[in-house]
């Protein structure tokens, strides 16, 4: 009898020979300092697998999904369609003006009294005075105004918005192959005060300019191909130069998928001058790519991944990072605790896609997350089941269960859960977990098997699987949808030998 490790940290890309393992909703706690070997020493590994969080509703707000948004306490300052929202904590969202377009993304920046907001479909930039005081009157007055000075841009307007050491940096529209590559400060303190002379050239390499973040003092300058680093000095007339030796070879692949990512640096989507779509971290010192083999190869297989949305938000502890793919129907997210890459689906119309939530953000104290698909805004909630009542369906497919190409028998199966947790009613008081099992390498699936994971308080359920079949390549798919906690703590197979 044998005893092998089943659920591992690959994911199935080139082939399904090579491996067909695959995680939907689900992350791994490793509590050894982060090791990735779960081959523990009776094969029930020192590792957790929990269910994803779920998300609750916080608002509704029409069919128009977020385009861009940004907190500045008390408020959570929102762009959707053409209409520029300002959201209370209780939810209540006051509409205060309109922009140029409908549709496509909205960049914002702020200083603390003014909310910056740049338009790329349009070029055209808005100023929200947060904390505006009239000097007539002394007066506190809110307004919402296009940024009407003719230098702003350059006279061509703006692509991108970054701010820093209380300096707004736009990205300018490209009219020819120079101004591509053109970025611009405002005024000190000031997004409304544009000074025509007051720009440079993002000119290390010739690739265009797409977009700009300031982040841990140093002001990045995203190309297609490249990336440049941008400090301020304090110098006149232009307080900022190129940092010596940082010019980069990677660009940004996706402009919507740099999220800020702690201390760790800006997270992204990237793209070098002759290589794949990769997902990096962007540290002080330089790229660190936290993409591995099979995640690339399966964006490699994207029609696009310009369209990527990403985010960054903690789970007790845990700081991860999603990059959601609407096109192409897809959700990877990155745990930097465990190092391992799982993908997150959402239940929609009775089909299994791509997550709904993209955009996120801490508002007082919560995470809170846009749909891609239409104005609703939700709670990423540890403690919710279900997203927004629509149902989470956690899979796990195993690695290849084989030994020396020998014929096994699979006696049984068993999955040491968090049990006894079902509902006191209706769906999930009765909770279950699924498993189908292949025997041509992850190709097709038997008939599903149920086995029970405890009605509430049943502490003592065993989650076991017996006579499963045989042959040389076993493959395992577990599956759990019930609006209950799922906690995997450990797993052990009975695998016999054919006799040769």
């Given at each position: 009898?044998?005893?092998p490790?089943?659920?591992?940290?690959?994911n199935r890309?080139?082939s399904?020979?090579?491996?067909?393992?695959y995680?939907?909703?689900?992350f791994?706690?490793?509590?050894?300092?982060g090791?990735?070997?779960?081959?523990g020493?009776?094969?029930?590994?020192?590792?957790?697998i929990?269910?994803?969080?779920?998300l609750?509703?916080?608002g509704n707000?029409?069919?128009?999904?977020?385009?861009?948004?940004?907190?500045v306490?008390?408020?959570?300052y929102?762009?959707?369609?053409?209409t520029f929202?300002?959201?209370?904590?209780?939810?209540?969202?006051?509409v205060?003006?309109v922009?140029?377009?409908?549709?496509?993304?909205?960049?914002?920046?702020?200083n603390?009294?003014?909310?910056m907001?740049?338009?790329?479909?349009?070029?055209?930039?808005?100023?929200?005075?947060i904390?505006?005081?009239?000097a007539?009157?002394?007066q506190?007055q809110?307004?919402?105004?296009?940024i009407?000075?003719?230098?702003?841009?350059?006279?061509?307007g703006?692509?991108?918005?970054?701010?820093?050491?209380n300096?707004?940096?736009?990205?300018?529209?490209?009219?020819?192959p120079?101004?591509?590559?053109?970025?611009?400060?405002?005024?000190?303190?000031?997004?409304?005060?544009?000074?025509a002379?007051?720009f440079?050239?993002?000119?290390?390499d010739s690739?265009?300019?797409?977009?700009?973040?300031g982040?841990q003092?140093?002001?990045?300058?995203?190309g297609?191909?490249t990336?440049e680093?941008w400090?301020?000095?304090?110098?006149a007339?232009f307080?900022?130069?190129?940092?010596?030796?940082?010019?980069m070879g990677?660009?940004?692949a996706?402009v919507n998928?740099?999220?800020?990512?702690?201390d760790?640096?800006?997270?992204?989507?990237?793209a070098g001058?002759?290589?794949?779509p990769i997902?990096?971290l962007?540290?002080?010192?330089?790229y660190?790519?936290?993409g591995?083999?099979?995640?690339?190869?399966?964006?490699e297989g994207?029609?696009?991944?310009a369209?990527?949305?990403?985010?960054?938000?903690?789970?007790?502890?845990?700081?991860?990072?999603?990059?959601n793919?609407?096109s192409?129907?897809h959700?990877w997210?990155?745990?930097s605790?465990?190092?391992?890459w799982?993908e997150?689906?959402?239940?929609?119309?009775g089909?299994?896609?791509?997550?709904?939530?993209?955009?996120?953000?801490?508002?007082?104290g919560?995470?809170?997350?846009?749909?891609?698909n239409d104005?609703?805004?939700?709670i990423?909630?540890?403690d919710?089941?279900?997203?927004a009542?629509?149902?989470?369906?956690?899979?796990l497919?195993?690695?290849h269960?084989?030994?020396?190409?020998?014929?096994?028998?699979?006696n049984s199966?068993?999955?040491?859960?968090e049990?006894g947790?079902?509902?006191p009613?209706?769906q999930?008081?009765?909770?279950l977990?699924?498993l189908?099992?292949?025997?041509?390498k992850?190709?097709?699936?038997s008939?599903?098997?149920?086995?029970?994971i405890g009605?509430?308080?049943?502490y003592?359920t065993r989650?076991?699987?017996?006579?499963?079949?045989?042959?040389?390549?076993?493959?395992?798919?577990l599956?759990?949808?019930?609006?209950?906690k799922?906690?995997?703590?450990?797993?052990?197979?009975?695998?016999?030998m054919?006799p040769?």
């Amino acid at each position: 009898m044998s005893n092998p490790q089943i659920f591992g940290v690959a994911n199935r890309a080139r082939s399904l020979a090579v491996t067909a393992q695959y995680r939907a909703n689900v992350f791994y706690d490793f509590p050894i300092a982060g090791a990735q070997d779960r081959d523990g020493p009776n094969a029930r590994a020192p590792v957790s697998i929990f269910g994803r969080p779920g998300l609750r509703l916080f608002g509704n707000y029409g069919a128009d999904p977020v385009r861009g948004w940004r907190v500045v306490l008390p408020w959570l300052y929102v762009v959707m369609g053409n209409t520029f929202y300002r959201i209370a904590n209780n939810t209540v969202a006051a509409v205060i003006g309109v922009i140029g377009s409908n549709s496509g993304p909205i960049y914002m920046r702020d200083n603390g009294t003014q909310l910056m907001i740049v338009d790329p479909q349009t070029g055209q930039g808005w100023n929200w005075q947060i904390f505006g005081v009239s000097a007539a009157t002394g007066q506190a007055q809110d307004t919402f105004a296009l940024i009407a000075d003719p230098d702003f841009g350059l006279g061509f307007g703006a692509t991108h918005v970054g701010y820093l050491n209380n300096f707004f940096v736009i990205g300018v529209r490209g009219a020819n192959p120079l101004t591509t590559q053109v970025f611009q400060i405002s005024d000190v303190g000031d997004c409304t005060g544009w000074n025509a002379a007051q720009f440079d050239l993002a000119d290390s390499d010739s690739d265009a300019l797409i977009a700009v973040a300031g982040y841990q003092n140093i002001m990045r300058l995203f190309g297609t191909r490249t990336t440049e680093s941008w400090s301020d000095v304090g110098a006149a007339p232009f307080p900022f130069n190129r940092m010596p030796a940082t010019s980069m070879g990677y660009g940004c692949a996706a402009v919507n998928s740099i999220a800020e990512f702690g201390d760790m640096g800006l997270a992204m989507l990237a793209a070098g001058r002759y290589g794949s779509p990769i997902p990096v971290l962007l540290m002080p010192e330089g790229y660190r790519p936290i993409g591995d083999d099979n995640l690339i190869a399966n964006l490699e297989g994207y029609a696009t991944v310009a369209d990527a949305i990403g985010a960054s938000y903690m789970i007790q502890g845990r700081r991860f990072y999603q990059l959601n793919f609407k096109s192409a129907g897809h959700t990877w997210v990155w745990d930097s605790e465990s190092q391992v890459w799982c993908e997150y689906t959402s239940f929609l119309n009775g089909v299994e896609t791509n997550f709904v939530g993209g955009l996120s953000e801490q508002f007082f104290g919560q995470t809170i997350m846009a749909d891609i698909n239409d104005g609703h805004i939700y709670i990423l909630d540890s403690d919710t089941y279900t997203d927004a009542d629509r149902p989470i369906i956690h899979h796990l497919i195993s690695q290849h269960l084989f030994q020396s190409d020998k014929q096994q028998v699979l006696n049984s199966v068993q999955f040491d859960m968090e049990e006894g947790d079902g509902l006191p009613l209706g769906q999930g008081s009765n909770p279950l977990i699924v498993l189908r099992v292949s025997r041509d390498k992850g190709r097709t699936w038997s008939t599903p098997m149920t086995a029970q994971i405890g009605a509430q308080g049943l502490y003592q359920t065993r989650a076991i699987f017996r006579r499963l079949g045989r042959a040389r390549d076993l493959t395992l798919w577990l599956m759990h949808s019930d609006p209950t906690k799922f906690v995997l703590t450990g797993e052990a197979a009975d695998v016999g030998m054919m006799p040769t």
